[in-house]
T-cell receptor, first 116, second 113 residues
Framework: GAVVSQHPSRVICKSGTSVKIECRSLDFQATTMFWYRQFPKQSLMLMATSNEGSKATYEQGVEKDKFLINHASLTLSTLTVTSAHPEDSSFYIC????????????FGPGTRLTVL | QKEVEQNSGPLSVPEGAIASLNCTYSDRGSQSFFWYRQYSGKSPELIMSIYSNGDKEDGRFTAQLNKASQYVSLLIRDSQPSDSATYLCAVKGYGGATNKLIFGTGTLLAVQP
């Protein structure tokens, strides 16, 4: 199947710092990527849709100034958690749809963020 | 009403049995349906996609879709302990500028050896 990578896989930071997470589609181009957050024992929550060359679309209740998304190329989207706080600790997962696969979405391995 | 509904489980089945996972959705215009498997602490992995009414088989997995009843299911034959995971049903609507998926909350499957 298609491969989507994320970096870093795990990050621990101090409260107030910013953390950048990268999502790459390794063998296909993605004009759209999605960012999810998942708290323990809960389902995936879509945070935003990342659009190459244009602004991201955020879901209701997600602060766009806190979760900055940049889709700089057809294979790379980044999510920056600005001024992170302990309540931002979560599992962040990106996904990308592959057109030739019927727009099936493939998920990255996820980034576990812990804010102390 | 939730857009995609699943029984949270846990669904417990003995090894070798058939596990049946169910999902209902509210948007009658939905066109694409997916089943993902998620192991604890890992990201979701695509198992099956189905777009037309009827059954679609892939190895031990069979997806079933009934658009009239707005119902999609996943059957796992010869269940193995390694199948123990949370199974997420996802639905994509018709048209629109994005390929946004709507996920159910997932069903936890436990296969007992």
């Amino acid at each position: 199947g298609a491969v989507v990578s994320q970096h870093p896989s795990r990050v621990i930071c101090k409260s107030g710092t910013s953390v950048k997470i990268e999502c790459r589609s390794l063998d296909f181009q993605a004009t759209t990527m999605f960012w999810y957050r998942q708290f323990p024992k809960q389902s995936l929550m879509l945070m935003a849709t990342s659009n190459e060359g244009s602004k991201a679309t955020y879901e209701q209740g997600v602060e766009k100034d806190k979760f900055l998304i940049n889709h700089a190329s057809l294979t790379l989207s980044t999510l920056t958690v600005t001024s992170a706080h302990p309540e931002d600790s979560s599992f962040y997962i990106c996904s990308a749809p592959r057109v030739v696969a019927g727009n099936e979405q493939f998920f990255g391995p996820g980034t576990r963020l812990t804010v102390l | 009403q939730k857009e995609v509904e699943q029984n949270s489980g846990p669904l417990s089945v003995p090894e070798g049995a058939i596990a049946s996972l169910n999902c209902t959705y509210s948007d009658r215009g939905s066109q694409s349906f997916f089943w993902y498997r998620q192991y604890s602490g890992k990201s979701p992995e695509l198992i099956m996609s189905i777009y037309s009414n009827g059954d679609k088989e892939d190895g031990r997995f069979t997806a079933q879709l009934n658009k009239a009843s707005q119902y999609v299911s996943l059957l796992i034959r010869d269940s193995q302990p390694s199948d123990s995971a949370t199974y997420l049903c996802a639905v994509k609507g018709y048209g629109g500028a994005t390929n946004k998926l709507i996920f159910g909350t997932g069903t936890l499957l436990a296969v007992q050896p």
